[in-house]
């Protein structure tokens, strides 16, 4: 979503801050702006709103930073409240322009707030939530209060989620920062302190970094960092620890991040299982502290996620009925704590989130917790708000992932759950030594399989040429290949913004083969299962109505690929192995399909990579 930098006694104070911006464009933004404060005791301010292209047009518009600047903010803006324009870019000022705010996330009482405001004579220039912020730190300045404390008085008045970055004109070298649910950091160096959002946007300058927590208030100094709650009491700060830096996120002669990640995968399946199983055969699962006592006290499990986690989740699920033989459910994370879930202490929640701040999915788990299930966080971050949160963690360890469509983190993200399923079967005694090894090691063997996958990169790229003019596309499959089905789908619609589908193949004839003519083009997912049968009479069901077919299928089944107009053959391998083989080439259809278009494959429009916005 939104991006925030900031930083106090630097030099090059406007370099750095437009350099961070850069580094937070692959969250997603419409418009970037920034805020300096001068040497005369006055704000200089610069905004554009070109689409993914403002930070560049940021650059061309600054020029010179004013004379002694060494304090400023930043902000990537992801709109919410108001249009994509210049007008509503942050940072927002205050009625006299000498206070500016940098916001991420909803003030959801703004209105109210801004019509009091108003009232008492103040004048709004935007359409954002964000300058009520502005407005109410005035008042309270006016009042008499310092900036800390004004921001702290704001703050208890307005509901919502938010990180914030603020500058006063008359409080020279210093920032007031914020949280409450949106992420945010604070890292210190030589007479420099910096404020940021995501962790990439600072970690060339730095690695002495602390987490702000929900209802702190940041006060940031050339000399370092005062943590406060809301109270005014002093905090102790929460250090991170990060084991990656900034070359990890570096092209490498890719012509994209999103093939660079895409080829990243076997790496990141290899770092997720490494150091996963003892010399005794049990799974072992560093991060998961939790006892086998308390795993073997679970009589359900709920797992729940956004988007591409979900699916993830939709996989994990299989693997944790079949092997642990406990009951699983799977939640679209932005709707379960809104139907009243039913859980309690044998209920074991797990949110699954890339990045470990999804709003939906972290708001899951604290509702999860509320209720007094045990909660798990699989994400890859390491530190993130999630896993800070949760009771236990499992990391996925697939390094950053910079494209916004996500790539390597989803076959990490299965790994981890059928990881996790493994465990669950051996406290509970559901699989034996014998039956472990044997799913251990078909995982095992994944990272070599899906670089064989790979290798018929140009084999799909030729079928994309192929499908060039279509516009209309359906992926479909059975049992575990339904979550692939759903994947390819959401990749395709991402990336290409061509209308596609996901269904479970017994679904089309309850509705969506309505929509097969001529020209339509169905992706099947087969699987070597029982229900293998079953999706080819779907296939010829779609074939017999004009649908242009793909078929995706293990290289032992030459029989399934001839009911297809083209076929994608992946690697034979067991059942929880083969959907994440299958999923590599439908990542890469999207991404050839995109570049036939002329897209940007690693910005896509109206996406964020990171959603702390509910």
Request: proline share 3%; glycine share 8%.
């Amino acid at each position: 979503m939104c991006g925030i930098i900031g930083v106090v006694g630097a030099d090059d104070a406007l370099e750095l801050l437009l350099g961070g911006l850069e580094r937070l464009e692959y969250r997603g933004y419409d418009s970037a702006g920034i805020a300096i404060q001068c040497a005369d005791g006055a704000l200089w301010r610069c905004r554009a709103a070109d689409g993914t292209r403002s930070v560049a047009a940021l650059q061309e518009r600054c020029g010179v930073a004013p004379e002694g600047a060494t304090t400023g903010i930043g902000h990537t803006r992801w709109a919410t409240h108001g249009a994509p324009v210049e007008g509503n870019a942050h940072p927002q000022v205050d009625c006299a322009g000498a206070i500016a705010v940098i916001h991420n996330g909803i003030i959801e009482n703004h209105v109210a707030l801004a019509a009091r405001l108003r009232a008492a004579g103040h004048t709004f220039t935007s359409g954002t939530d964000t300058e009520v912020l502005a407005h109410l730190i005035e008042e309270h300045r006016d009042r008499g209060l310092d900036l800390a404390d004004s921001v702290t008085a704001a703050l208890r008045e307005v509901t919502g989620a938010f990180s914030i970055g603020v500058l006063d004109a008359s409080t020279p070298g210093q920032i007031v920062a914020a949280r409450r649910v949106s992420p945010l950091i604070v890292g210190r160096a030589d007479g420099e302190t910096y404020l940021a959002s995501d962790i990439p946007a600072i970690l060339e300058r730095t690695r002495d970094l602390v987490a702000v927590e929900d209802d702190q208030v940041a006060i940031l100094t050339a000399e370092g960092l005062v943590l406060r709650d809301l109270d005014g009491a002093l905090v102790e700060p929460t250090v991170l620890s990060v084991d990656w830096d900034v070359e990890t996120a570096v092209l490498g002669g890719h012509p994209d991040f999103m093939t660079k990640e895409i080829y990243e995968q076997p790496e990141a399946i290899r770092a997720t299982l490494a150091a996963r199983r003892s010399e005794d055969g049990r799974v072992v699962l560093d991060e998961l502290h939790l006892t086998d006592d308390e795993l073997a006290s679970v009589d359900r499990v709920v797992l729940v996620g956004c988007g591409s986690s979900y699916h993830a989740a939709l996989l994990g699920k299989h693997a944790i009925e079949r092997w642990s033989r406990l009951r699983c459910e799977v939640d679209i994370a932005s709707e379960f704590r809104y139907r009243g879930p039913v859980l309690d202490e044998r209920t074991l929640v797990v949110g699954v989130s890339q990045s470990g701040e999804t709003i939906d999915t972290l708001q899951a788990l604290r509702e999860a917790r509320r209720l007094g299930a045990k909660v798990v966080a699989v994400c890859n971050v390491v530190d993130a708000s999630m896993a800070r949160e949760a009771d236990a963690v499992l990391y996925t360890r697939a390094g950053p992932e910079i494209s916004v469509a996500s790539t390597k983190t989803v076959p990490a993200q299965v790994v981890a759950l059928e990881l996790l399923a493994l465990r669950l079967a051996q406290v509970r005694s559901t699989m034996d030594d014998a039956a472990v090894a044997e799913a251990f090691a078909a995982l095992a063997m994944l990272p070599e399989l899906v670089a064989k996958a790979l290798k018929g990169a140009e084999h799909v790229r030729d079928i994309a040429a192929s499908l060039h003019g279509s516009r209309d596309y359906f992926f479909i499959g059975r049992h575990v290949g339904y979550p692939v089905a759903l994947e390819g789908a959401l990749k395709l619609k991402e990336l290409s913004y061509l209308h596609a589908e996901g269904y479970p193949g017994g679904e089309l004839k309850h509705g969506p083969i309505a929509l097969i003519e001529p020209g339509t083009v169905v992706v099947a997912i087969v699987m070597g299962d029982e229900l293998r049968e079953k999706l080819l009479s779907n296939v010829a069901e779609v074939t017999s109505r004009g649908a242009s077919v793909i078929i995706v299928h293990s290289e032992d089944d030459e029989e399934a690929a001839s009911f297809g107009d083209w076929s994608i053959s992946i690697p034979a391998a067991s059942e929880f192995a083969s959907p994440v083989l299958s999923i590599v080439p439908l990542q890469l259809l999207a991404y050839h399909l995109a570049k036939l278009r002329g897209l940007n494959v690693d910005r896509p429009r109206n996406l964020a990579k990171t959603v702390t916005v509910e």
